[in-house]
């Protein structure tokens, strides 16, 4: 058997744990009040008009099913 084929890879956890700590501080080094209430208000505003975006729709559609059945338009 081939001697190279035979050995054993070995695996350092020291590369790893500098990767992640070099990864950690690149976000904890730029992270900052204004940019954590920026991120929120992105989120929250997003989510509101996601909101009521899907409440007008399902508001314009029920409006035209009960116009379409005879009921007229009720607001």
């Known amino acids: 058997m081939n001697e190279s084929a035979a050995s054993t890879i070995t695996f350092s956890f ?3 744990k ?6 950690l501080s690149v976000f904890t080094d730029n992270l900052t009040v204004a940019n954590i209430a920026s991120v929120l208000g992105i989120v929250i505003g997003a989510c509101l008009t996601l909101y009521l975006f899907y409440w007008g729709a399902r508001k ?3 409006m035209l099913q009960s116009a379409f ?3 007229g ?3």
């Open 73 to 75: 338009f009720h607001v």
């Open 14 to 16: 020291d590369t790893v």
């Open 18 to 23: 500098s990767g992640i700590q070099s990864v």
């Open 60 to 62: 314009g559609i029920a």
């Open 69 to 71: 059945a005879g009921h």
